[in-house]
């Protein structure tokens, strides 16, 4: 395999400093090849078929991967599709699952082991030299700057110049909130969890711990994507090494609703040692108003719980009980262990004990907390419910089949029955001016369906269970539009 640089194009890896000719001048390009390539800026993976398009590898291209010192590198060839093709013939979409394969171990952070070339750059570099000249050419064709520019551009610094940091060990430390503003975002949904997370793996980082499993006010460090040498990851990785594995994992994972959602900043974990004596206990659940206490050795080791409960059972066996007799078993799992996977315990239990991502048992999660959690998404859920109801009865009342569905053919959507319609077809059909005459309110059609289609994202935010609740605006939106509806159809 051949270690030299495409044709017609300068190696970006070399000490040159070199750099393809749309990093060097201004390149006309056709709105949609512009709108492609600024999208990587905006919360999509950049591919290697981006770094073929751009000039950075061409098919054919050799990719070296050096597992350990003193041992032949695994090779693989750039293919036209864009795919990595070991020496086995197996083709792999991503460098990460090429790389696990041709090491044979279970995850390997394959942007920064694969070098073009012998000795040259590695691709997790090239994609950098990409970015780079993205965020140069938006700057350039923009004469007048938009705000989503200005916010582009100055989240592509942040994110370069906090990779800087994490590479001399000088992690950045924000808090969930500071950091998804720099997407204009308040909350977490999927999409916007999404987005946000594609744009720190295109600059090789991630958070520790994962902001999308603790609160908005919980502080995180943004890491590089793990480059530990992959003979390090053993065939049965501990829980450590899960966590490092997931870490650089190329595609999102929905994580659903975890315990760190439900921890507040505010409150720390209440515990008294195993050597605490009945008053100590007491008082603290006095003062606190608690129901039960950590029992902990240190801030890593749990020996159980004291509660009301278990205090009283040990006074009535033995009215010369010491502490050690009240104490109960109790819990602890992880703080991104799924909400769903321990609702069980929590109901035998009523309360669990929550370990952070430092190992340390820092917060308890009880019955209470899942009543409250469900309770901010119960009204907003119902009020859904509702509008959904009055919506299709309105469309089933006011409109044949016929109809409905060449609304929906009309928006490019498909239709099944009146039954089975979504808010997305309830849009289609309100949003054709025809149906909208024949429906004969005196409203602005532009309005009602802009409004429909804000209510359409709440419902999409809560039915996905968005680890942060409706905003009290939302749940504004979602009764004056209920009672809009009922004041007109029931006239």
Request: glycine content about 6%; charged content about 25%; proline content about 6%.
């Amino acid at each position: 395999m051949s270690d030299t640089p495409p044709q017609g194009s300068a190696d970006p890896g070399r000490g040159s400093g070199a750099c393809p000719p749309s990093a060097r001048q201004k390149v006309t390009r056709m709105p949609s090849e512009r709108s492609r390539r600024e999208h990587m800026l905006d919360g999509r993976r950049v591919r290697i078929v981006d770094l073929i398009d751009a000039g950075y590898l061409k098919p054919g291209d050799g990719l070296y991967y050096h597992q350990r010192i003193g041992e032949p590198p695994h090779e693989a060839t750039v293919t036209e599709r864009g795919r990595l093709r070991l020496l086995d013939g197996r083709e792999f979409n991503t460098p990460s699952a090429a790389g696990a394969a041709a090491a044979g171990v279970r995850a390997v952070p394959g942007w920064s082991v694969w070098r073009r070339g012998l000795h040259g750059p590695t691709l997790h570099q090239l994609r950098q030299q990409l970015l780079k000249s993205v965020a140069d050419e938006v700057s350039a064709d923009s004469e007048l700057p938009t705000p989503k520019d200005d916010l582009v551009r100055r989240r592509f610094t942040f994110l370069e110049d906090t990779h800087a940091k994490a590479a001399a060990g000088e992690p950045t430390s924000v808090t969930v909130r500071e950091l998804i503003t720099l997407w204009d975002l308040t909350d977490r949904d999927r999409a916007a969890s999404a987005q946000v997370e594609a744009d720190l793996a295109n600059h090789n980082l991630t958070t520790a711990p994962d902001f999308r499993a603790v609160g908005l006010d919980s502080t995180v460090r943004l890491l590089q994507l793990p480059e530990r040498r992959v003979e390090e990851i053993s065939a049965a990785p501990d829980e450590a090494e899960t966590k490092v594995a997931g870490a650089i994992d190329e595609e999102s994972v929905d994580i659903g609703l975890t315990l760190g959602n439900l921890l507040s900043e505010d409150l720390r974990l209440a515990w008294v040692p195993p050597t605490a004596s009945f008053e100590e206990v007491i008082t603290m659940l006095q003062i606190n108003d608690y129901s039960q206490v950590a029992v902990l050795a240190n801030q890593y080791t749990l020996h159980g719980a004291i509660s009301w409960k278990s205090i009283a059972e040990a006074k009535h066996l033995n009215a010369d009980a010491t502490i050690s007799d009240a104490v109960h078993p109790a819990q602890v799992f992880d703080y991104d262990r799924r909400l769903l996977d321990v609702l069980a315990t929590l109901q035998e239990n009523e309360f669990i004990f929550v370990r952070d991502f430092d190992r340390k048992i820092s917060g308890i999660v009880t019955a209470a907390d899942v009543v409250r959690k469900y309770d901010d998404t119960a009204i907003p859920f119902f009020l859904i419910g509702e509008v959904d109801q009055e919506l299709r009865q309105l469309i089933v009342n006011t409109f044949d089949e016929d109809t409905v569905r060449g609304a929906c053919n009309s928006a490019g959507i498909g239709f099944k029955s009146l039954e089975t319609m979504t808010v997305g077809q309830y849009q289609a059909v309100l949003a054709s001016p025809d149906c909208w005459q024949q429906l004969g309110w005196p409203l602005h059609r532009a309005q009602f369906v802009k409004r429909l289609d804000e209510i359409r994202q709440v419902r999409n935010n809560v039915m996905h269970f968005n680890p942060d609740p409706p905003k009290p605006i939302d749940v504004a939106k979602l009764r004056n539009f209920l009672r809009l509806i009922r004041r007109y159809r029931r006239h």
